[in-house]
């Protein structure tokens, strides 16, 4: 991995720990899982990175933000579900977009429906260990319908980014 790379990568992890924070600060900690800020650079690593780099940082960027700031909580098992959708979301989304070469939005999607996916599939066993009283599938459903605003940020914001000059110049370094 190159020194730029390395670099990038952890920018990425910073912002996906900081960007969070500043949310909780400004409107609140359901903020957060409204707006879905920690997914917005785990894509980005993805996409300018590869599946590599972005699992990496979607693995760390919610263990490092509970070490610091107790956010995501560990009850609701939250940062359990996080740690697994999150590195899907980086890998598939880099896997596609740069690997495969398919467009940004397909890429963006894709990684979506896989990491919601991984969560699900999940869920039922972090349930069961913490004896968490919510079924599994309600808490998914309820955490996509309240991050509903974020994924449509998502699909709107990151294929517009990826098209400014800014960020294409970032991907031919």
Known sequence: MSTKNLTRGGLLLALAVVLPQFLHLTGGPQL??????MHFPVYIAG????????????FLAPLISHMLTGMPPVSPPVLFLMIVELPLFGIISG???LKRE???????????????IGMAFVAPFVFH????????LVYVQGALIT?????????????LLFKTRFMEGLRRE
């Open 32 to 37: 957060g899982s409204i707006v879905l800020p």
């Open 47 to 58: 996409f300018l990175l590869g599946p590599a780099i972005g699992g990496i940082i979607g």
């Open 95 to 97: 896997y596609l977009f």
């Open 102 to 116: 398919w467009n940004i939005f397909s890429s963006l999607l894709l990684a979506m429906i896989g990491g919601r």
């Open 129 to 136: 260990i913490q004896d968490f009283p919510v079924a599994p």
């Open 147 to 159: 991050g509903l605003p974020g994924i449509i940020l998502q699909l709107i914001i990151l294929p």
